[in-house]
């Protein structure tokens, strides 16, 4: 518990802007039109690229006999090939909607 209370006291400000962050993202996402609502967010996942490299590159110079270290940046990269690859999904699905019918 005393390492808990000790963590938190050295990161408040990280802390703080956390929770900045997701209010602010809560608000803006809140106020986009349903419309544009799919594009958005297809091409955030898309992004999502990032995480997979970054996953990679912390596994990388991890120390191999930290199992769990490992396992999380082995999800980490799992999710985040599915939510790129839902990305492209939802991108060719809403494409798909504008092509003409033969």
Do not use: C, W
């Amino acid at each position: 518990m005393h390492e808990l209370l000790s963590f938190i006291h050295d990161n408040i400000q990280m802390i703080y802007i956390v929770i900045l962050m997701i209010f602010v993202g809560i608000e803006i996402i809140s106020h986009v039109p349903a419309v544009l609502h799919t594009p958005l967010m297809s091409g955030a996942n898309a992004i999502h690229g990032v995480v997979i490299i970054g996953a990679i590159l912390v596994m990388l110079h991890m120390n191999p006999d930290n199992k769990i270290g490992l396992a999380i940046g082995f999800v980490a990269v799992i999710l985040g090939t599915l939510n790129v690859v839902g990305g492209f999904v939802v991108t060719d699905r809403m494409l798909d909607m504008f092509k003409t019918k033969k």
